[in-house]
Nanobody, 126 residues
């Protein structure tokens, strides 16, 4: 079993920045692809960013490319999401997730991720 706990959410003005963190505990954190997803009210959960085990491959949703950066520190069992130039449409609950079946190829599909955190709220005001 893997437990994922997100932190770093909050309220920020448009154009501002936030850094989310996801700490993993329980069974081994590796090897696994890690991803960030988000869900706005009334909308489906969507892929935001993912990183493979060695950090040699990352993937981003088109809406966040160039503004968000995903990274991981395997020694600390932690994955990060640096969010810059935030927009009101980035407002959502952000979830961290682990894909224990893959270590190299980053999937963008929700169904491929086995473990999920409880989520952290990000609110961007205009």
């Amino acid at each position: 079993q893997v437990q994922l706990v997100e932190s770093g959410g909050g309220l920020v003005q448009a154009g501002g920045s936030l850094r989310l963190a996801c700490a993993a505990s329980g069974r081994t954190f590796s090897p696994s692809v890690m991803g960030w997803f988000r869900q706005a009210p009334g909308k489906e959960r969507e892929f935001v960013a993912g990183v493979n085990w060695s950090s040699s491959s990352t993937s981003y949703a088109g809406s966040v490319k160039g503004r968000f950066t995903i990274s991981r520190d395997n020694a600390k069992n932690t994955v990060y999401l640096q969010m810059n130039s935030l927009k009101p449409e980035d407002t959502a609950v952000y979830f961290c997730a682990a894909d224990r079946h893959r270590a190299v190829v980053v999937s963008t599909k929700t169904v491929d991720y086995d473990y999920w955190g409880q989520g952290t709220q990000v609110t961007v005001s205009s």
